[in-house]
């Protein structure tokens, strides 16, 4: 588990990371998103100890991470610039790792490189974006990492690749419970393959929850209670005329209308909008499931106002 | 195996645990035999395990699988499960879509309400001739009331 409290960092008097805390439980797939120079790759680097924070603590299962080898052996991290690797090749790179992590297995290397189909005795340098991202995880894998640190790994790589490093991360999960925190800006991967989601803005956390439960609060929803028998539509038809706000036993975040139809964004559970569907009785009722991108979009809409 | 759309609004959860309902209920996955493990599955499907997971839960607590500690999850046999009002609502939900589209594609109020009744007939597992009697009894008993 790692648990990361009260941590700030500033930059030249600049605040980049603002009082957080984390929790990132064992075994988990972590998704850590936000907006460009929300803070990400400033957190992803305390979280490694290659950057110290000026205040709180970062703790792998209880031990500080900073300038702590222990915990940093059980650990890799791929940034998203992989400038240091470049002037080695592959074999030059498995030899130095083999030294530094005392759980290397070289066999597990072999099996991944074959799967990439990459040349060993190439330049890292000299391979394509993908290769490279490639090899640095067939290298990463092969120390038997229990933590595994992603900074915006594979934006910018074909499915096809991206689709073998989700099934490397899924496996080493399930087979030793690794936990991974990965940060990207696809949205839409991340809730495919995560089960807990940060979200960062200007430095602070402004969501932190299971997945699935961030999921199953908020609902989009299309109501309508019918159009104006007269032929033009109401904002939401005869019950508007009677002055009542049908909405009123709801949770409404945000609500908006085209025609007779009403969209509203409500943080309601299921049984409190089977209530009103019960005794509102709208002629048109859809719940609509919202993606992490929407719901990503929504609360950052309503934390900037 | 289960079908796991991972651009569809519905959770990877709520994907996996429909999936097993289905095959369990339809008897793919036979009664009291093993599923595959929580590990097994999310390689298989390249799903989070944490989700099969609570998946797997979900499904125990709601009465579709059991566990036998140290060996693995069971399926139950279909008559001995409850389906549950949420798995019901849901299907309910979808026939209606499709009843409503059908029915914009047949104007005829009486041409669809036939169409509806053969469908119905052709779901309906097949009478015994005894409730075919009853069931032809009624329908007159029926007819002549409404002659009346």
Redesign the interface.
């Known amino acids: 588990m790692i648990e990361v409290k009260s941590v700030s960092k500033s930059f030249d008097g600049l605040r980049a990371i603002d009082n957080i805390d984390m929790t990132v439980n064992s ?3 972590y998704g850590l998103v936000g907006t460009n120079g929300s803070g990400k790759t400033t957190i992803l680097n305390m979280l490694c100890g290659v950057t110290r924070q000026d205040t709180g603590t970062i703790m792998f299962d209880g031990a500080r991470v900073y300038e702590n080898p222990a915990i940093k052996q059980r650990l890799w991290y791929i940034p998203d610039d992989l400038a240091f690797y470049g002037p080695y090749t592959i074999n030059e790179l498995a030899r130095f790792f083999s030294r530094m992590f005392p759980h290397w297995n070289a066999a597990i290397l072999d099996v991944t490189l074959q799967h990439f189909q990459l040349d060993r005795d190439k330049r890292i340098s000299r391979m394509s974006k993908g290769m490279r991202k490639q090899a640095v995880f067939a290298l990463g894998f092969a120390t038997g990492p229990d933590y595994l640190i992603l900074d915006e790994p594979i934006d910018g790589l074909d499915p096809l690749v991206r ?1 073998c490093i ?2 490397l991360i ?2 080493a ?3 030793r419970g690794m936990t991974t925190v990965i940060s990207s800006h696809n949205l ?2 991340m ?5 807990s989601i940060c979200a960062i803005n200007h430095g602070k956390v402004f969501i932190e929850r299971d ?2 439960d961030l ?1 199953s609060d908020t609902h989009k929803l299309q109501v309508s209670f019918g159009s104006n028998v007269g032929g033009t539509a109401d904002k939401q038809g005869s019950a508007a005329r009677t002055g009542i706000d049908v909405y009123r036993d709801l949770n409404v975040l945000k609500q908006w209308s085209s025609g007779s139809v009403d969209f509203l964004i409500v943080r309601n559970s299921q049984q409190e909008l089977d209530r009103f569907v019960a005794t509102a009785k709208p002629v048109l009722f859809d719940r ?4 992490l991108e929407e719901i990503f979009i929504y609360e950052l809409d309503r934390g900037n106002k | 195996m289960i079908d796991i759309d991972l651009k569809s609004r519905k959770s990877i959860y709520e994907q996996v645990i429909f999936g097993i309902k289905e095959q369990i209920l339809s008897g793919v996955i036979a009664p009291d035999s093993k599923l595959p493990s929580v590990r097994e599955l999310s390689k298989q499907l390249t799903v989070n395990p944490n989700t099969v997971q609570k998946a797997f839960r979900e499904l125990e607590s709601q009465g579709y699988i059991y566990t036998v500690s140290g060996v693995g999850s069971f399926a139950y046999a279909p008559q001995d499960i409850t389906p549950d009002d949420g798995l019901i609502n849901e299907t309910r939900s979808k026939l209606a879509d499709s009843l409503r589209e059908l029915r914009l594609l047949i104007p005829d109020r009486q041409v669809f309400a036939r169409m509806v009744d053969e469908l119905v007939q052709t779901v309906e597992p097949k009478l015994t001739s005894v409730d075919r009697a009853a069931a032809a009894h009624a329908n007159h008993a029926k007819v002549k009331g409404d002659a009346r």
């Open positions: 075994g988990s797939i689709q989700w099934e899924v496996d999960s399930a087979d839409r991967e809730e495919g393959f995560c089960d997945l699935d999921k609509i499931p919202l993606t």
